[in-house]
């Protein structure tokens, strides 16, 4: 369900406002363009490329895509070839369904992606892994292409002294075990408060339990897999390490099975800074959780690394709008998790370390847009463009222009008299007048 009704409620959004997106910009004009048009015309960028990750292989395809046929542009997407199955299927059906000349997919791995990244894009579109994405950048930045990119990072989530214990632990449990962790927007690592984190612990270890009951994740239908050996392996070796700090407590979880490529959600307490599982995106069902003084710790502890792409606040509303006030991320939600992703109307995307540009709902379509700016002109009263041209700055010139305009459009005999008067003062002034009596005499 997570990997098709996001998609599926994106693209009805789209279909219900696209007559209105497509629409020119009005734009509005100033003293020297009050007789011109000006618009802001939204055009399709070309070709566009699409690449995806595995976590969610038809979404984040089936998406973008969507959003870069609506705004007028032909696709060649690349699934990742980690979900064999989703891949396949797309390969075989994308082509059937839609237009063959306007969406293309290509299969294959790290050559066939590498040799994409060679030919000229008009916008690419890349999500997955901060590493793959400065590749992608640098590909890009050969033909001056623009990009889309949607990195990750390690998200937050903060459980404040006066937050809601219970519903922030089952919330938490639901959003680290969905999809094993898995999930670009997973939060990362957790700060709880002291006067509260022995209560979180508590709830949260029962929360994950009542979760799986009674058999546990393993023998769950609900819980997923970890998506292949070589990601295990990573995940595997990322567990040992942290289980070999000596300070290290789990609080649940830490039983692997790699015949079943199986790792339960697991949970440490007493996490450092400096521990394993606070280097890098974790990408797995495995969380840190580190005490925290207050708020302001909070805000220093986060400023300290790259912006990650959602930070998540249990907290009232004071103490997260501080935070969100001295903080920067890709996204915020304040007492959940991933409920952005069912709203369009919210541009998602990643800033800093965690990427750079937007999509989802009208952000989407203009993200694969090129909004041209256009200025329509009248070919008549070439009488007032007088004053641009060389003869004008002839003062003598300039005032029988005056003349003739005022007296095209007549007012009175002390609008003349002060046209002439304002002439003295120079090209500008002058200008002012002739384009004032114009716009009024146009109404």
């Known amino acids: 369900m997570n990997d098709v009704l996001p998609a599926v409620n994106d693209i009805a959004y789209m279909l219900d406002h696209l007559d209105e997106w497509t629409q020119p910009e009005h734009a509005a004009t100033n003293l020297v363009t009050m007789t011109d048009k000006a618009e802001v015309r939204r055009e399709p960028r070309g070709v566009v490329l699409v690449v995806s990750p595995w976590n969610f292989p038809v979404l984040l395809v089936v998406q973008p895509m969507a959003q870069a046929i609506g705004a007028g542009n032909t696709v060649v997407v690349k699934p990742s070839e980690l979900a064999t199955h989703t891949e396949a299927a797309l390969a075989y059906w994308l082509p059937r369904i839609l237009d063959p000349d306007a969406v293309k997919v290509v299969c294959g791995a790290v050559p066939e992606t590498s040799l994409l990244l060679q030919q000229r894009f008009d916008h690419i579109l890349y999500t997955g892994s901060g590493a793959v994405g400065k590749i992608v950048m640098t590909a890009a930045a050969k033909h001056l292409t623009p990009v889309v990119l949607e990195l990750g990072g390690k998200s937050p989530v903060y459980i404040d002294k ?4 219970q519903i922030a632990a089952k919330r938490l449990a639901w959003a680290k075990s969905s999809n094993a962790g898995q999930i670009c927007l997973c939060p990362d690592y957790a700060l709880v408060h002291k006067a509260v984190a022995q209560d979180f612990y508590k709830a949260f270890k029962a929360a994950m339990a009542a979760y799986y009951a009674p058999g546990g994740p393993q023998k769950s239908n609900d ?5 292949n050996a070589r990601h295990f392996a990573r995940l595997e070796k990322l567990l040992r390490r942290q289980l070999a700090e000596p300070h290290t407590k789990v609080l649940f979880g830490g039983e692997v099975d790699e015949s079943d490529l199986y790792m339960a959600p697991t949970a440490f307490i007493g996490v450092k800074e400096s521990d394993p599982v606070m280097e890098d995106e974790i990408f797995g069902p495995l969380i840190g959780m580190i005490e925290v003084e207050n708020e302001d710790e909070v805000i220093r502890f986060v400023n300290k690394r790259d912006h990650p792409l959602a930070i998540y606040l249990f907290a009232p509303q004071a103490t997260a709008k501080k935070i969100l006030d001295n903080t920067n991320s890709g996204i915020a939600i304040i007492n959940d998790f991933y409920y952005n992703m069912m709203l369009p109307t919210l541009p998602f995307g990643g800033v800093g370390g965690s990427g750079m540009g937007s999509y989802h709902g009208e952000a989407g379509f203009l993200a694969f847009s090129h909004r041209r700016a256009t200025l329509w002109r009248p070919r008549g009263l070439e009488i007032a463009n007088e004053v641009r041209y060389t003869q004008f700055m002839n003062w003598k010139h300039a005032r029988s222009v005056i003349d003739a305009v005022v007296m095209a459009w007549p007012r009175s005999w002390l609008v003349l ?14 200008f002012g007048v002739i ?3 114009l716009g009024r005499a146009s109404k």
């Open 162 to 165: 006066d937050a809601d214990i």
């Open 435 to 437: 384009v004032f009596w």
């Open 417 to 430: 008299a002060l046209s002439r008067t304002v002439a003295r003062w120079g090209p500008l002034a002058v």
């Open 223 to 227: 819980y997923a897999r970890i998506i």
